[in-house]
Nanobody, 127 residues
Framework: QVQLVESGGGLVQAGGSLRLSCAASGRTFSNYAMGWFRQAPGKEREFVAAIRWSGGVTYYKDSVKGRFTISRDNAKNMVYLQMNSLKPEDTAVYSC????????????????????WGQGTQVTVSS
């Protein structure tokens, strides 16, 4: 089992920045790929960003490329999402997720690839 706890959400004006954190506990964190997803009211959960176990490979939703950066610190069992130039359409509950990365080709964009999920943290961007 892997337990995930997000923090860092809040209210920010458009153009501002937030840094989300996800603390992992349980099994060996460095073996797991990590992802960030978000869900806005009335919409389906969508992929935002992901990072492989080594941290050397990352993936992003097109609309956040150049604005968001995912990173991880395996020594601290932490994954981060730095969000800059925030827009009102970024408003959502952001959740981190994990699955064991065995080095295969995975669909990092698909919610079904992830076995473990946090409860989420609210991000609200005002215009």
């Amino acid at each position: 089992q892997v337990q995930l706890v997000e923090s860092g959400g809040g209210l920010v004006q458009a153009g501002g920045s937030l840094r989300l954190s996800c603390a992992a506990s349980g099994r060996t964190f460095s073996n797991y790929a990590m992802g960030w997803f978000r869900q806005a009211p009335g919409k389906e959960r969508e992929f935002v960003a992901a990072i492989r176990w080594s941290g050397g490979v990352t993936y992003y939703k097109d609309s956040v490329k150049g604005r968001f950066t995912i990173s991880r610190d395996n020594a601290k069992n932490m994954v981060y999402l730095q969000m800059n130039s925030l827009k009102p359409e970024d408003t959502a509950v952001y959740s981190c997720a994990a699955f064991e990365d065995l080095g295969y080709r995975y669909n990092f964009y698909y919610t079904g690839s992830y076995n473990y999920w946090g409860q989420g943290t609210q991000v609200t961007v005002s215009s």
